[in-house]
C-alpha cells in the first residue's frame, strides 16, 4: 500500500480540525501542509523528488469510504479512554444523541450519533452510528458495553432514556444512574409523587454545607 491507513486517517482527522467540512477541502489541506506537519505524521518522502508523498483528495474519499465507521470509534475511544486519567470519587459519564450537521448519508437522512461523554474531562469513551431503522433506546446497552469499566460510574441520560431495561442493565454493570421522569411516564410519575420524601430535601447549597458541618439543614 503507498499510503499507510493510519497516516491518511490522522491526515483527514487534522484537515477537520483545522476546519475542513468537506472531503474537497481535506484534499486542499492535504496537498499545503507544511512539510514538518507531513513528517509528524509520519507521510513517507518522495524516493526521487524532495518532498512527501501525500494522498490525493481521491484516495481519501475512497479510503474513508471503506472503512468502518463504528470500529474506527471504537479504536479512537479505546485510544482516550487509555489516556484518560485517573479521578477521585465516583465518575460521571453522560449518555447522549446529536445529529451531525452538514453530513447526511444516500437519500438525505442525517447521521445521528450516540455517545457516552465522560462529564470531568469531556473525553468521548464510546460512539455508535444510530441506524435508520434503530432508536436512540435500542443503542444505550450496545454503547456502554464497549465502555470496559462502569463499576462506580454515575450514568447521566434525558428522559427518552429512562427506561426499565436501561435501569436493569446498568446495576449489573455495577453502575449508577440518575434518570430524568417526564409527565408522559404517567405510571411512573404517580409511583413517585407518591414517595414520602418531606423529610429528604434535595441536595442543594444548603445540603451540602449542612453535611460538611454536622449540623441539620435550615
Wanted: net charge positive; proline share 7%.
Amino acid at each position: 500500500m503507498r499510503h499507510a491507513l493510519a497516516v491518511v486517517l490522522a491526515l483527514a482527522a487534522c484537515a477537520v480540525l483545522a476546519g475542513a467540512t468537506s472531503l474537497l477541502a481535506v484534499g486542499e489541506w492535504i496537498a499545503d501542509a507544511p512539510p514538518q506537519v507531513l513528517e509528524r505524521l509520519g507521510v513517507r518522502p518522495d524516493p526521487v523528488l524532495p518532498r512527501r508523498l501525500v494522498p490525493t483528495e481521491t484516495t481519501v474519499r475512497r479510503l474513508l469510504a471503506r472503512v468502518d465507521g463504528d470500529a474506527l470509534d471504537r479504536a479512537v475511544c479505546d485510544w482516550l479512554a487509555d489516556r484518560c486519567p485517573a479521578g477521585s470519587g465516583l465518575r460521571g459519564l453522560s449518555v447522549d444523541g446529536k445529529s451531525l450537521r452538514g453530513v447526511a448519508r444516500a437519500r438525505g437522512r442525517k447521521i445521528h450519533l450516540l455517545a457516552a461523554v465522560e462529564h470531568s474531562t469531556g473525553l468521548v469513551l464510546a460512539q455508535l452510528d444510530v441506524g435508520e431503522k434503530t432508536g436512540e433506546t435500542t443503542c444505550f446497552q450496545p454503547l456502554l458495553d464497549t465502555v470496559a469499566d462502569l463499576a462506580g460510574t454515575v450514568v447521566t441520560s434525558d428522559a427518552l432514556h429512562t427506561q426499565s431495561e436501561h435501569t436493569g442493565y446498568l446495576p449489573g454493570r455495577r453502575a449508577h444512574y440518575i434518570a430524568i421522569v417526564k409527565c408522559n411516564q404517567n405510571k411512573l410519575c404517580k409511583q413517585l409523587k407518591s414517595l414520602p420524601l418531606e423529610g429528604h430535601p434535595a441536595p442543594g447549597p444548603h445540603a451540602r454545607r449542612s453535611a460538611e458541618s454536622g449540623s441539620p439543614p435550615p
